[in-house]
Structures are given as structure tokens and as C-alpha cells.
């Protein structure tokens, strides 16, 4: 019977060393599924990070585009309000009685008198 007993304690040694080796199989494997999974998330937070940072900088440049296209509007609308004023302004001259005594001035005459005077302006300084 001793040597059924030897057979039956080697038999269950053998059992536990398998079964230890069969768990600290376990234990690498989940060691190893561990560090993926944390490698993956540390890769999450830096696409996250570079997304918001893209979101910020796409805001941004959206945001001074709509200043700038309101700062156009606003310029649009003075030059309208100018063309609209000078408009009223010749449409009253067309009007007035007085009009009809103004000499006509061409536009080469206007032309020659404003190089004139910026060649004027030019040479004081």
C-alpha cells in the first residue's frame, strides 16, 4: 500500500504544481491584458486631448471669421449709408434753384487739381 500511497501523493503534487502553474498562467495573462488595456486608454486620453484641442482651435478661427464678416458688414453699411447720403445730397443740388448757376468741373480738371495738391503736400514734408 505504500507504494499505492506514493503514487497517490505524487499524483496530487503533480495535480497542485500543474494547477500552480496553470494560475500563475492566469495571473500573467491578466497581468498582460492589464497593461493593454491601460496602454489603450492612455492612447484614449492623448486622442481626447488632441480633440479637444482641435475643437478649440476650429472655434477659434470660426469665431474671428464671424468678426471679420461682421466687420465687413458694418463697413458695407457705411459706405451704403455714405453713397446713400451723397445720393440725397445730388438729388437736392438736381433740385435747388441755385443749381442751374454751378459750373460743370470734368473730371481731369478734379484729377489735376488733387495730384496737385498731394505734390504740394508731399513737398512740405
Same mark, same amino acid.
Given at each position: 500500500?505504500?507504494?499505492?500511497?506514493?503514487?497517490?501523493?505524487?499524483?496530487?503534487?503533480?495535480?497542485?504544481?500543474?494547477?500552480?502553474?496553470?494560475?500563475?498562467?492566469?495571473?500573467?495573462?491578466?497581468?498582460?491584458?492589464?497593461?493593454?488595456?491601460?496602454?489603450?486608454?492612455?492612447? !484614449?486620453?492623448?486622442?481626447?486631448? !488632441?480633440?479637444?484641442?482641435?475643437?478649440?482651435?476650429?472655434?477659434?478661427?470660426?469665431?474671428?471669421?464671424?468678426?471679420? !464678416?461682421?466687420?465687413?458688414?458694418?463697413?458695407?453699411?457705411?459706405?451704403?449709408?455714405?453713397?446713400?447720403?451723397?445720393?440725397?445730397?445730388?438729388?437736392?443740388?438736381?433740385?435747388?434753384?441755385?443749381?442751374?448757376?454751378?459750373?460743370?468741373?470734368?473730371?481731369?480738371?478734379?484729377?489735376?487739381? !488733387?495730384?496737385?495738391?498731394?505734390?504740394?503736400?508731399?513737398?512740405?514734408?
Amino acid at each position: 500500500m505504500s507504494s499505492a500511497s506514493n503514487i497517490y501523493k505524487n499524483n496530487v503534487l503533480f495535480a497542485i504544481k500543474q494547477s500552480g502553474f496553470k494560475l500563475f498562467e492566469a495571473q500573467n495573462k491578466l497581468e498582460h491584458v492589464k497593461q493593454e488595456t491601460l496602454s489603450y486608454l492612455l492612447h !484614449l486620453q492623448k486622442q481626447k486631448k !488632441l480633440l479637444c484641442d482641435w475643437a478649440d482651435k476650429f472655434l477659434e478661427s470660426k469665431s474671428k471669421f464671424i468678426e471679420d !464678416l461682421e466687420y465687413l458688414k458694418k463697413e458695407k453699411q457705411k459706405r451704403v449709408a455714405e453713397q446713400t447720403e451723397i445720393q440725397s445730397l445730388l438729388a437736392l443740388l438736381d433740385n435747388s434753384s441755385f443749381s442751374d448757376s454751378l459750373s460743370v468741373v470734368s473730371d481731369l480738371f478734379i484729377n489735376a487739381l !488733387l495730384m496737385y495738391n498731394g505734390a504740394f503736400v508731399n513737398n512740405e514734408t
